[in-house]
């Protein structure tokens, strides 16, 4: 699965932000079968889980972003996004989109998100 990202940008401590991620050359059934998410890294730090989201629409969120972020798709148009808000300097990273089924991974081209303070 070829995934594209976009979005992201420079925003204040406090204010909002989305990122979206599109498969557009996966076929509908190839991306419902996939488990979808976001992942970020800042400077001099691993890569880390953000949020998931199941083709049925399940979400997981990792305990930093809880309650802040949330994360969505539209299977129909292989689209999943992440609508950010409360975003704090601590959120700077480059954001990748992810999409997972069974041992195998595809990541998109990463988006910055800078947040100043």
Known sequence: VQLQASGGGLVQAGGSLRVSCVASRAITSVFN????????????????????ITASG??????SVKDRFTISRDNSR?????QMSSLKPED???????????QTTSWGQGTQVTVSS
Do not use: F
């Open 78 to 82: 292989k689209t999943i996004s992440l």
């Open 92 to 102: 700077t990273a480059v954001y990748y989109c992810n999409a997972k089924r069974g």
């Open 33 to 52: 079968s996939h488990v979808m998410g976001w992942y970020r890294q800042a400077p001099g730090k691993q890569r880390e889980l953000v949020a998931l």
């Open 58 to 63: 399940t979400t997981t969120y990792a305990d």
